[in-house]
């Protein structure tokens, strides 16, 4: 089993930035076996892609939206992964996701990510 609780969230000014973090429990694999992503899902939206890194954190792939802006990055020591969001805009705010893949490849269908976490609220205002 694994379990993810991500933290971070909360509301913010457009321009704003925030860190969330998702720290990574797991009873058989190493957390550096997982390739790790994170997603979000505004009000009656689809639950869409915005980062993914690989397990050894080499490559990173991000949704053309957060581009320059997000950054993802993994503490495989610290069984955590992180979501940087700067310049933040209105069009940001939604449920934030982080899940795992047991995969190789950064994946950006939801349906390749086997774990999820419960979610932080990110709010922002313009």
């Known amino acids: 089993q694994v379990q993810l609780v991500e933290s971070g969230g909360g509301l913010v000014q457009a321009g704003g930035s925030l860190r969330l973090s998702c720290s990574c429990a797991?009873?058989?694999?190493?957390?550096?076996?997982?390739?790790m992503g994170w997603f979000r899902q505004a009000p009656g939206m689809e639950r869409e892609f915005v980062a993914g890194?690989?397990?050894?954190?080499?490559?990173?792939e991000y949704a053309d939206s957060v581009k320059g802006r997000f950054t993802i990055s993994r503490d495989n020591a610290k069984n955590t992964v992180y979501l940087q969001m700067n310049t933040l805009k209105p069009a940001d705010t939604a449920v934030y996701y982080c899940?795992?893949?047991?995969?190789?490849?950064?994946?950006?269908?939801?349906?390749?990510?086997?774990?999820w976490g419960q979610g932080t609220q990110v709010t922002v205002s313009s």
């Open positions: 890194i690989s397990r050894q954190g080499v490559t990173t």
């Open positions: 899940a795992a893949n047991v995969g190789i490849y950064v994946a950006e269908g939801s349906s390749s990510y086997k774990y």
């Open positions: 797991a009873s058989r694999r190493d957390f550096s076996s997982y390739v």
